[in-house]
């Protein structure tokens, strides 16, 4: 991301539209945005910390792109922002701005709901350091 931004002379960011999801992540306590990024190049698959810039504010937040292995994986990558303190909860056909700060890791495959949300819980501690 770092070389990405200095080549573009800006932070690299994802402009789309919230749609609606599978809603895994409500299930799980981390609700999520899904983004149709519409065209726009996104990064690789992984876990990021990000800012999200919603209605001319900005937003800390945990961003997942990828085909969620744990839940049968998807055809096409799914790009789902949990946002800090963002206390509107319908957020459907609003456009996002996401720009990405640092990779936390790779995706991978949990063997159950419990792990992936810990690991979930361990992102998100790791984002909030990260964007203080």
Known sequence: MEGASTLLGRRVS????VVHG????????YPTANVNPHHEAI????????????RDKLYGGVLNIGFKPTFGKSAEPVVEAHI??????HIYGEDLEIFFVKKLRDERH?????????AIR???LNARRILK
């Open 122 to 124: 361990q992102d998100v």
């Open 43 to 54: 990064p690789p698959s992984g876990v990021y910390a990000v800012e999200v810039k919603y």
């Open 110 to 118: 949990f063997h159950n709901k419990e792990s992936l949300s810990n």
């Open 14 to 17: 994802v402009l789309g539209t």
């Open 22 to 29: 599978s809603k895994v992540g409500r299930v799980l306590g």
């Open 84 to 89: 800090f303190g963002l206390k509107k909860r």
